[in-house]
């Protein structure tokens, strides 16, 4: 087999463990020179190789590459840009495949969430149409643990465990407080048609009365009336009220709490803060003294508190996605098996890109309380694993320390292309 560069990008919103990925698709590449020749990282995602934007990343050492295993955010830069269909933008496509011939490019990697598979998976078939030899490697990623086929999606295990202990410490605090001050907390997370972050949250307490003492998962519709109704009870018996809810958080006719009224760059509606939301009507509605919070960036970038389970897995993918590639597997995706309950044990496999792209893993309602505010034994017996272990960074001076990459640009050769 002739040697051949690979192209990686990452998609979508990053998370702590995305760069641990990266480092398994670099480290993986080369140790195949044979095959692989240079690694280019697309500039800010797919993007990049749409603008012949690309990095070198042949130029950084082993230890730069290593020490992104423990480095947050998108390393090379991501993007929210989905390629519409080939039929209307095909000149975007063709594009892409006019870059990967001029730098010699024949393995693509993608790593990102269910948009990134798709546009993987059309980029694909678009190669074989024009008769490009490339092969297309999902590697996958999300917070949002909404893809389907793996067991859990690769940043999901460090966001869970960032939000359980969030909701566990903010509670020690309220419950400190609360005799003459906040009765109600409010922890805004992430999760816009799946409710499996507010679901960690629910690790925090296991006994009655320990908090979350409400959980509002999208896959339940919000009725104001029971919610604060369980707040007020809440209040009553316990002293505070703690809860975690989910951006997604709709009404029974899918209406969002917080929606802003505009789309994302994917088409996503754009949420608003649920969290004020939902602490206006606590006001309105009992009177009660209220702080909330919206965990945002800071529950995907926390890689200081990752889960080790997550980041072992973030590496793994991203090492198996080369070795699906160099075994002449095409349109793809490495998945996550779990193997085995206690002990927890797993390992990776291989999934068809058709039957993942654009598709969503919603909770199953076996995971949700009969209530629908908490969440049940199985569903913790499902999440536990994914937040077990601690692989904190190196730190300097006091502060996490971080890879520092020399990005590297590749001279263009082809002309200019707008998006």
């Known amino acids: 087999m002739a040697q051949h560069n690979a192209f990686y990008a990452q998609s979508g919103g990053v998370t702590a463990v995305i760069n641990a990925s990266a480092c ?63 039929d209307t ?124 003492h409400l959980i509002i998962f999208p896959e339940i519709a919000f009725d104001r009336e029971a919610v604060m109704a369980r707040v007020e009870y809440s209040v009553k018996h316990y002293g505070y009220c703690v809860i975690v809810v989910s951006e997604g958080a709709r009404y029974e006719d899918g209406t969002f709490l917080a929606d802003a009224g505009n789309t994302d760059a994917f088409g996503h509606r754009q949420l608003g803060g649920v ?56 349109s793809m995706m490495p998945a996550i098996r779990r193997t085995s309950q206690a002990p927890y044990q797993w390992d990776v496999i291989s999934a068809p890109l058709v039957d993942i792209a654009n598709q969503e893993k919603f909770m199953p309602r076996d995971f949700i309380s009969e209530d629908g505010f908490g969440i049940t034994p199985i569903c913790r017996d499902y999440l536990s694993p994914l937040i077990q272990g601690e692989d904190f960074p190196p730190f300097e001076n006091g502060l996490p320390k971080v890879a520092k990459l020399k990005l590297v640009k590749v001279e263009k050769r082809l002309p200019v292309f707008t998006l």
């Open 24 to 86: 398994g698709v670099i480290e993986a590449c080369r140790e195949a020179p044979e095959h692989i020749g240079k690694v280019y990282a697309g500039h800010n995602g797919i993007i990049g190789a749409l603008t012949e934007d690309l990095i070198d990343a042949s130029h950084e050492s082993d230890e730069t590459v290593a020490a992104l295993r423990h480095t947050p955010g998108g390393a090379f830069g991501s993007c929210r840009y989905k390629l519409k269909d080939i």
């Open 89 to 212: 933008h095909r000149a975007q496509y063709e594009r892409l495949i006019e870059v990967f011939k001029a730098h010699d490019i024949r393995y693509f990697f993608y790593n990102g969430g269910g948009d990134s598979a798709d546009t993987c998976l059309k980029v694909s078939q678009l190669s074989e149409k024009l008769g490009y030899p490339l092969t297309a490697i999902h590697v996958p990623k999300t917070v949002d643990n909404d893809l389907p086929i793996t067991d859990n999606s690769p940043g999901f295990g460090s966001v869970a465990k960032y939000i359980a202990t969030s909701t566990l410490e903010a509670s020690l605090d309220i419950a400190s407080m609360c005799a003459t001050s906040t009765k109600v907390f409010v922890l805004e997370v992430m999760g816009r048609h799946a409710g499996w972050i507010a679901a960690a949250g629910g690790l925090a307490g296991q006994g009655e009365g320990e908090p979350p």
């Open 275 to 330: 969290a004020p939301t939902l602490a206006g009507m606590v006001k309105q509605d009992l009177g009660y003294k209220y702080h909330w919070a919206v965990a945002d960036y800071l529950q995907r970038a926390a890689r200081h508190l990752a889960s080790k389970t997550d980041v072992e897995q973030a590496y793994a993918v991203g090492r198996e996605a080369v070795t699906l590639a160099l075994a002449g597997k095409n």
